[in-house]
Antibody, heavy 120, light 111 residues
Framework: QVQLQESGPGLVKPSQTLSLTCTVS??????????WSWIRQPAGKGLEWIGRIETSGSTNYNPSLKSRVTISVDTSKNQFSLKLSSVTAADTAVYYCARYEWFGEYFDYWGQGTLVTVSS | QSVLTQPPSASGTPGQRATISCSGS????????VNWYQQLPGTAPKLLIY???QRPSGVPDRFSGSKSGTSASLAISGLQSEDEADYYC????????????FGGGTKLTVL
């Protein structure tokens, strides 16, 4: 059974860079027809797609965040990562990593989510 | 402001049928398939319906989806207390370089 687990600081200061890692277990990140995505959810609000990466390194980002986002993958560690620069309080949210099955076009496995608070 | 529009709340009594609508545009629902996710309190979203009306294994057939034009619907028949959750629709949007868009979510209350 595939499992995803987010890790990283729960508190980031304004203007700094948020960095999170998603570790994939129960299967190789390189196998199959999958993209690897980040999605966030502010408290009491809806879901916002941040972006995705293929294991080839090809990426797609949400245009509203593109100038501040970098998603990378480390196949040797079975991990992919998110960096979001110049954060503000508006970036405070639960951040989820998720596996996207491109043939079926859906997010089928999600991490449990990690709360990141932007505050001084 | 979410790209896909859902009612903020819906409700029903046990055994009843509830429906949740999702309205989009030609660049998302109108040209791509719709997925539905169920989010129980304090947990990550779970895939409920994909490709407009397909259920992953393990999802009861009480849950069904449909799509017409630029709108989609999720129906839950035989409501149970454990169905009380937030429900989100999602679709790929072809605008700009493409992105996944979600509805704002509908809180389903089983009275």
């Amino acid at each position: 059974q595939v499992q995803l687990q987010e890790s990283g600081p729960g508190l980031v200061k304004p203007s700094q860079t948020l960095s999170l890692t998603c570790t994939v277990s129960g299967g190789s990140i390189s196998s199959g027809t999958y993209y690897w995505s980040w999605i966030r959810q502010p408290a009491g609000k809806g879901l916002e797609w941040i972006g995705r990466i293929e294991t080839s390194g090809s990426t797609n980002y949400n245009p509203s965040l593109k100038s501040r986002v970098t998603i990378s993958v480390d196949t040797s560690k079975n991990q992919f990562s998110l960096k979001l620069s110049s954060v503000t309080a508006a970036d405070t949210a639960v951040y989820y990593c998720a596996r996207y099955e491109w043939f079926g076009e859906y997010f089928d496995y999600w991490g449990q989510g990690t709360l990141v608070t932007v505050s001084s | 402001q979410s790209v896909l529009t859902q009612p903020p709340s819906a409700s029903g009594t046990p055994g009843q049928r509830a429906t949740i609508s999702c309205s989009g545009s030609s660049s998302n629902i109108g040209s791509n398939t719709v997925n539905w996710y169920q989010q129980l309190p304090g947990t990550a979203p779970k895939l409920l319906i994909y490709s407009n009306n397909q259920r992953p294994s393990g999802v009861p057939d009480r849950f069904s989806g449909s799509k017409s034009g630029t709108s989609a619907s999720l129906a839950i028949s035989g409501l149970q207390s454990e169905d009380e959750a937030d429900y989100y629709c999602a679709a790929w949007d072809d605008s700009l370089n493409g992105l996944w868009v979600f509805g704002g979510g509908t809180k389903l209350t089983v009275l």
